[in-house]
């Protein structure tokens, strides 16, 4: 997999911090914050997004005023490693939404998911209903989260 590389100057970079930090800013509010006019800026954002860059907008939900109090890592082991098996686990993370996160890993174990769910039930049953149910899947190791200490997804801009 190769990823293309976006050259950015320090417009570029202020811009994206600032829709890192609020993605509904109006050209005109971005424009002030950079320091271009608007319409530079609607170019600008129209670039970034066309280069893939900006890969969409969407609203940073609070989980917990939604009953999403639980936050699970999950460790998962595939039960055989074949591309078959691997794209039966992956078609089983797509169509489970209280996957949030989950990434490819070397090591001990296969996968990591990062799980949310409303309580210690509902972790019960996606873990011994889907999960360990699933012919993919060998062995699943789960860690709750007892504390966020940072959780921010905006992403460092490299100068």
Known sequence: MTHDTVSLDGYDRRLLAALQDDGALTNQALAEIVHLSASQCSRRRQRLEQAGLIRG???DLDAAKLGLTITVYVNVMLDTHSPENADRFQRLVARLPEVQEAHALTGDMDYLLKIVV???PALSELING???????VSTVKSSIVLSTLKADQRLPIPE
């Not at 889907?130 to 993919?136: G, W």
């Open 57 to 59: 907008y969407r609203a």
């Open 118 to 120: 409303a309580d210690l």
């Open 130 to 136: 889907e999960l360990l149910p699933h012919p993919s």
